[in-house]
T-cell receptor, first 112, second 112 residues
Framework: NAGVTQTPKFQVLKTGQSMTLQCAQD?????MYWYRQDPGMGLRLIYY???????DKGEVPNGYNVSRLNKREFSLRLESAAPSQTSVYFC???????????FGEGSWLTVV | TQLLEQSPQFLSIQEGENLTVYCNSS?????LQWYRQEPGEGPVLLVT?????EVKKLKRLTFQFGDARKDSSLHITAAQPGDTGLYLC????????????FGTGTKLQVIP
């Protein structure tokens, strides 16, 4: 099983550029999440989607947009990247009635 | 906003010592997970606890969920260098969807 797949793994952007991080899960999970993790810190929730067609803001949504394209895919878009968005981004998914979060392998983003 | 605070934030101990990491919140969670994360990788699930007062053991690791389901602890007996990593707790709430909140993280270094 692929689980949760994120792309790209690494990306360097210039300030002001835009990009989209892609995430897909093949476990038929309802809920999907985007987190960011800064050095030595825990994960902070950017956006989440409880089901296809719904999205909600998390702790740190500013500067990001998301799309729950279908049940499998949840993308994160940076419209105008800023150095403060340099971070590691993790996509995750979970069943509504489940207790275990499954993480992707992470996307390392650097904004210069 | 539901907050999960972990303590200590950093811990450096000698091989063979015991340690306890705490995860505290003012909110009630339906379940709580503990993860370990190594540099350059995503978090890996160690355990999920769902019942107040529950104790789970995983080899030298003992996890406890508080009676009121607001706090948890991770105890490591006879720590080994392979235990080195970032330990994260994460609480999940029920109610139509799963919103998961991560703790601030505890960085553990076990010195040989």
């Amino acid at each position: 099983n692929a689980g949760v797949t994120q792309t790209p793994k690494f990306q360097v952007l210039k300030t002001g550029q835009s990009m989209t991080l892609q995430c897909a899960q093949d476990m038929n999970h309802n809920s999907m999440y985007w987190y960011r993790q800064d050095p030595g810190m825990g994960l902070r929730l950017i956006y989440y989607s409880a089901s296809e067609g719904t999205t909600d803001k998390g702790e740190v949504p500013n500067g990001y947009n998301v799309s729950r394209l279908n049940k499998r895919e949840f993308s994160l878009r940076l419209e105008s990247a800023a150095p403060s968005q340099t971070s590691v981004y993790f996509c995750a998914s979970i069943w509504n009635s489940g207790n275990t979060i499954y993480f992707g392998e992470g996307s390392w983003l650097t904004v210069v | 906003t539901q907050l999960l605070e972990q303590s200590p934030q950093f811990l450096s101990i000698q091989e063979g010592e015991n340690l306890t990491v705490y995860c505290n919140s003012s909110s009630v969670f339906s379940s709580l997970q503990w993860y370990r994360q190594e540099p350059g990788e995503g978090p890996v699930l160690l355990v999920t606890v769902v019942t107040g007062g529950e104790v789970k053991k995983l080899k030298r690791l003992t996890f406890q969920f508080g009676d009121a389901r607001k706090d948890s602890s991770l105890h490591i007996t006879a720590a080994q260098p392979g235990d080195t990593g970032l330990y994260l707790c994460a609480g999940a709430t029920s109610g139509g969807y799963q919103k998961v909140t991560f703790g601030t993280g505890t960085k553990l270094q076990v010195i040989p």
